[in-house]
């Protein structure tokens, strides 16, 4: 909580201090900012090499204040900086301004790559901030032992121009004071071994450093990735980093950290439960990041008749069992809301099971029901086919089950991806 105040805090002054820096003076900048000397040998290594040079930055607290570098360094030759635009067409022109204002120049991601590769070929340097959530054109890797998306930009660009790769951050020394800081980036030089190489100096930083973990963005959804509700049953996407990162790690899929917290409310009897137990089983390859922990009733039939066999049977790594007294239902339902489940699928069809899904609150709540029918407490409900209207249904519990997690990305049995 501590550092969560803090960052917020920060971010408050970043944004203060993006707003008065076009009014500020090089006189006063000069007072609010203090240069390592890595930064000046980073420099005189680039020109002396006379390769292209690749800055990747982060987003710490005044990372804004990274465009002023060209006023306390002789040795900055063209710079171009890779930014986001803002929708709002007079905003982005003023941020280009001001961010523009000390010799460097902004290159917008959509329109400016072909500047950021004439740049390069002419020897210049190009800055990118590389620690956002990249999104679906993101290659997969972890990142803190979660699975994250990571933009492959800076490796990209430093494969194909053959450029030194250091990154170049600023550490909040005081309010509105900063010290800048850099490091060179050590890799096999390939666009793959930058990107992770990078992501793990990252890593460590924030690991090893109290007061530059604080001043981290942690608000921008580092993580949001792999969670459409169509992928949910699945890990997987077009650029994939994670075998990779993870050999570098020393494990595997199988040994590989599990963060993604899915909470399953199993059915309501033993048979049911039975029918469920082969999709956790695949959900467990598919999703190997999953930390999967079971939703029982203490006195139903599932939790007295699965025995010690269960976990193993189900693939899980927790069994909770949900007691039938309401003050010691909340109670435990109030402990699993602490948890902060990522994915709440639901097997178990009646009001009292989507009650206790809102009481835990999980962003993603997975149910399944019949056409027409609304559970207002779950936030996805897949509709049952036509065809199971009929009495008596043509379809089976665990076929129902197996229609609804292959559209929520299950894998077909065989391995290969089901279509959805």
């Not at 800048?180 to 666009?191: F, K, L, Q």
Request: hydrophobic content about 40%; charged content about 25%; some cysteine.
């Amino acid at each position: 909580m501590r550092i969560a105040r803090a960052s917020c805090v920060r971010l408050v002054e970043t944004g203060m201090l993006s707003l008065a820096s076009p009014f500020l003076s090089d006189a006063r900048i000069r007072k609010m900012v203090g240069v390592a000397p890595e930064i000046g040998a980073a420099l005189r290594e680039h020109v002396s090499s006379g390769r292209p040079l690749i800055l990747g930055t982060v987003h710490l607290a005044y990372w804004e204040s990274l465009t002023w570098l060209g006023t306390f360094c002789r040795e900055l030759v063209e710079t171009g900086v890779i930014f986001r635009p803002l929708d709002n067409p007079a905003l982005n022109a003023w941020v280009r301004t001001t961010r523009e204002r000390h010799g460097m120049r902004l290159l917008s991601r959509r329109t400016g790559l072909q500047d950021a590769f004439r740049i390069l070929r002419r020897g210049g340097i190009v800055s990118i901030l590389f620690d956002q959530n990249a999104g679906t054109q993101g290659a997969l890797s972890l990142f803190m032992d979660r699975v994250c998306s990571t933009t492959e930009l800076p490796g990209m660009l430093a494969e194909k121009f053959g450029a030194l790769v250091h990154v170049f951050y600023a550490r909040r020394t005081g309010f509105w004071r900063v010290r800048y800081e850099a490091e060179r980036i050590e890799s096999d030089g390939t666009a793959g071994g930058v990107t992770l190489a990078m992501n793990r100096w990252l890593e460590k930083l924030l690991a090893s450093d109290a007061e530059l973990c604080a001043s981290w963005l942690w608000s921008h959804r580092r993580w949001h990735t792999q969670d459409g509700s169509w992928q949910r049953m699945r890990l997987g996407a077009k650029r994939d980093l994670l075998d990779a990162d993870l050999a570098l790690r020393g494990l595997t899929r199988e040994t590989m950290p599990r963060r993604t917290r899915y909470f399953i409310t199993m059915p309501e009897t033993a048979d049911g439960a039975r029918a469920a137990a082969p999709l956790l089983r695949r959900l467990r390859v598919a999703r190997p990041d999953a930390e999967i922990t079971l939703l029982v009733e203490r006195e139903g039939d599932v939790a007295r008749r699965s025995g010690g066999l269960f976990a193993a049977d189900f693939a899980a790594d927790k069994i909770v069992e949900l007691p039938a007294r309401a003050s010691e239902r909340r109670g435990v339902l109030r402990a699993l809301r602490g948890g902060f489940p990522d994915v709440h699928v639901l097997f178990a069809d009646s009001a009292r099971a989507d009650r206790d899904a809102a009481a835990i609150n999980a962003p993603q709540r997975f149910g399944m029901g019949n056409k027409g029918r609304r559970r207002p407490r779950l936030t996805h409900l897949w509709e049952l086919p036509e065809e199971n209207n009929a009495q008596p249904p043509a379809l089976s519990p665990g076929r129902q089950w197996e229609l609804w997690w292959t559209a929520l990305g299950l894998p077909a049995d065989d391995g290969s991806e089901a279509k959805t």
